[in-house]
């Protein structure tokens, strides 16, 4: 595979979390944080502990994947032991080069090959404007991955934004907005779709296949009126079952967003 330069704007770390995504980090039945958080911990021992032994890491590659395949969500998704905590609350990859003591590129050991690792940039790269990478900045560190290649998400929101307050966002603007307590707000939703298999507006089978979630039950003239607040419901992974639920929803995201 040959990939391009790299972009201007690299978004899969920040000063404060890392997103993993495509090194598999949210395919897991279980993502809860107490999970993650457990998991990440025993491999970035035991990746540190090998101090970069090609042998070590090769045999510590295949005693997680074994260890973690059960709780695997789906098996045709590489999904890298090497992938851990690089900082407190931030996931990285413990074999980059930046870590190496001789700043030597390993990845080649990994589910992907060294090329795939060092050149792949996912859509988020090219799509999201600087106003929506702000947004993604401000989500809490453990949920940046999934919020950053979530785009309807990130497209949803700051339409919500906008339409609420009646103009178009800057970069700048977003720095200035109350993000812990729209989150905390958010965290407490009602009608969240607990299954594993729900990523906001995607459902992920376990044979790799996607679909696309829906609100079916409710009416399709209701859905289209309340464009982009729908899109952001569903790209939360928020399924109410029937209009009144769907109303409360609704009320509770446009109260969060006249917190921000
Ligand atoms: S999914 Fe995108 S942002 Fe996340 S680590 Fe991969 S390339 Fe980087
Ligand atoms: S080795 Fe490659 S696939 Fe594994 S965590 Fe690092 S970048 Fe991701």
């Known amino acids: 595979m040959r990939f391009g330069p790299p972009p201007q704007h690299i978004l899969c770390q920040t000063e404060q979390a890392g997103c993993g995504i495509c090194c598999g980090a949210e395919n897991f039945i279980d ?3 107490h999970a993650h958080g457990m998991r990440f911990k025993k ?5 540190e502990a090998a101090d970069f032994d090609i042998s070590k890491l090769e045999l510590i590659k295949d005693q997680l994947l074994e260890e973690e395949h059960p709780y695997i969500l789906s098996s045709t998704i590489p999904t890298c032991p090497f992938m851990g905590h690089v900082g407190p609350h931030q996931r990285g990859c413990l074999i980059h080069p930046s870590r190496h003591p001789e700043g030597l590129d390993i990845r080649d050991i990994s589910v992907h ?7 792949f940039f996912c859509t988020a790269h090219h799509v999201l404007t600087e106003t929506e990478v702000a ?5 809490p560190a453990d949920m940046y991955g999934v919020m950053l290649t979530n785009i309807d998400l990130m497209k949803s ?3 919500v934004i906008e339409g609420q307050r009646v103009r178009t966002l800057q970069p700048f603007d977003i720095r200035q907005m109350r993000w812990v307590d729209f989150w905390q707000r958010v965290a407490l939703f009602p009608f969240v779709d607990h299954s594993p298999e729900r990523y906001g507006l995607v459902r992920l089978k376990k044979s790799g296949e996607t679909s696309r979630a829906t609100l079916s039950r409710l009416p399709l ?3 289209r009126r309340r464009q982009p607040i729908h899109r952001l419901i569903i790209s939360l992974s928020l399924q109410p079952e029937h209009i009144e639920q769907y109303n409360q929803l609704v009320e509770l995201v446009e109260d969060a967003i006249r917190v921000l």
Request: hydrophobic letters at 25%.
């Open 43 to 47: 491999r970035t021992q035991l990746v």
């Open 135 to 139: 947004i993604a900045q401000h989500v």
């Open 113 to 119: 090959d060294q090329e795939t690792c060092a050149g």
């Open 221 to 223: 003239e209701e859905s």
């Open 31 to 33: 993502r809860g944080s």
């Open 157 to 159: 929101l700051r339409r």
